[in-house]
Antibody, heavy 122, light 109 residues
Framework: QVQLVQSGAEVKKPGASVKVSCKAS????????IHWVRQAPGQGLEWMGW????????NYAQKFQGSVTMTRDTSISTAYMELNSLRSDDTAVYYC???????????????WGQGTLVTVSS | EIVLTQSPATLSLSPGERATLSCRAS??????LAWYQQKPGQAPRLLIY???NRATGIPARFSGSGSGTDFTLTISSLEPEDFAVYYC???????????FGQGTRLEIK
């Protein structure tokens, strides 16, 4: 079965960086786009961008361009999301999610990781 | 940016009743609309994509309809496990390509 397992909670100071991992299993990692979506406490969902695990290509939401970097390591079927210059309003649960269809980005989030809480506080 | 407005914000119903949730887009998203269910402390779960297609493993009591700017998620007969927050999400070519509605909380009456 498809599983996405994310790294554990993080506490960071303003201005620091955080890197969250998302380990995939149960399918061909390089076959499906991985998206990152975040959710601030008590708030809705916000799409951050995707990575194509096959090529390493990325597409970031305009809001996050310059502050987010998405990478992958195909040898261990893991995607990463690094967010720089953290601010208090970056405090959120960060989710990775696998796209629905193989080899194309259709922006339908069929499988989700369990989420990683990132707290930014001085 | 395409804005999705969900209504009502909160819906109070009893198990066995029919639930009708609405999602309205600020401009046409064709049929590129999905619905997700989120329970407290859990990740969202895909229910419906492309307006009316049930995702794998989703019970038949969940159905979606609509196109253009007006969409509906219907739960035909509520089960206790259906009480949660529901989000709609559009995928279009306009930047950003992805936006979510603000959610509808379905609570037990």
């Amino acid at each position: 079965q498809v599983q996405l397992v994310q790294s554990g909670a993080e506490v960071k100071k303003p201005g620091a960086s955080v890197k969250v991992s998302c380990k995939a299993s149960g399918y061909t990692f390089t076959g499906y786009y991985i998206h990152w979506v975040r959710q601030a406490p008590g708030q809705g969902l916000e799409w951050m961008g995707w990575i194509n695990p096959y090529s390493g290509g990325t597409n970031y939401a305009q809001k996050f361009q310059g502050s987010v970097t998405m990478t992958r390591d195909t040898s261990i079927s893991t995607a990463y999301m690094e967010l720089n210059s953290l601010r208090s309003d970056d405090t959120a649960v960060y989710y990775c999610a696998r796209d629905l269809l193989e080899a194309v980005e259709v922006y339908v989030f069929a499988y989700w990781g369990q989420g990683t809480l990132v707290t930014v506080s001085s | 940016e395409i804005v999705l407005t969900q209504s009502p914000a909160t819906l109070s119903l009893s198990p066995g009743e029919r639930a009708t949730l609405s999602c309205r887009a600020s401009q046409s998203v064709y049929s590129y609309l999905a619905w997700y269910q989120q329970k407290p402390g859990q990740a969202p779960r895909l229910l419906i994509y492309d307006a009316s297609n049930r995702a794998t493993g989703i019970p038949a009591r969940f159905s979606g309809s609509g196109s253009g700017t007006d969409f509906t998620l219907t739960i035909s007969s509520l089960e206790p496990e259906d009480f949660a927050v529901y989000y709609c999400q559009q995928r279009s070519n306009w930047p950003p390509p992805i936006t979510f509605g603000q959610g509808t909380r379905l609570e037990i009456k």
